[in-house]
């Protein structure tokens, strides 16, 4: 898929990632501050058994990964997907790229049976609560973004990260919409 340009010899691609971009991926995660470090090998699943609900943003014509965005469906969750993480290279933001990618990630055929979108936010992650909030406005039953703690700090990081806050878009009997 193309997506507008950020110059006239730029184009950014959405697309499915395969098993050599795993490397791209790290690198892209570890210069993204607010995501969490995965190992190369965690990367690397991802981008080959997850394909279907993971996208990669592609700039052209350097072919640079400057976007990522990991999901899976939960096993006891059919209709559930779960955005693992959002990221977006410094040198690509303001563009809405991290919105694009998830619109292009809802709309793929592998997610046609999704009626709930979810993820964890920290409660300090303004960018984050934006992106959701601004798909829940469009997209979600009354345009609601529930919220609410998941992950605690102590029960479940030891103290070591902020609790997440599972946030959960509801489209009620589906949605397709066009990437």
């Known amino acids: 898929m193309r997506s507008e340009s950020d110059s006239p010899s730029t184009t950014i691609t959405l697309r499915h990632p395969d098993s050599r971009d795993a490397g791209s ?36 014509p350097d072919g640079e990964v400057v976007g990522w965005v990991s999901a899976y469906v939960p096993p006891d969750e059919p209709g559930v997907l779960f955005v693992w993480q959002v990221g977006v290279h410094p040198d690509a933001r303001g563009m809405g790229l991290a919105r694009r990618m998830l619109r ?31 798909l829940a406005r469009e997209y979600a039953r009354g345009g609601k973004l529930e919220r609410q703690p998941h992950y605690g700090e102590d029960d479940h990081f030891e103290g070591r990260h902020a609790t997440e806050h599972l946030v959960t878009l509801d489209f009620g009997k589906g949605l397709r919409i066009a990437a």
């Open 25 to 60: 991926v790290w690198r892209l995660v570890r210069a993204c501050a607010a995501l969490d470090d995965n190992s190369l090998y965690c990367n690397l699943l991802q981008c080959d058994h997850f394909s279907e609900t993971c996208v990669v943003a592609e700039r052209e």
């Open 104 to 134: 292009s990630l809802i709309a793929r055929d592998a997610c046609a049976e999704i009626r709930q979108l979810q993820a964890t936010i920290t409660a300090d992650n303004g960018a984050s609560w934006a992106l959701f909030s601004s």
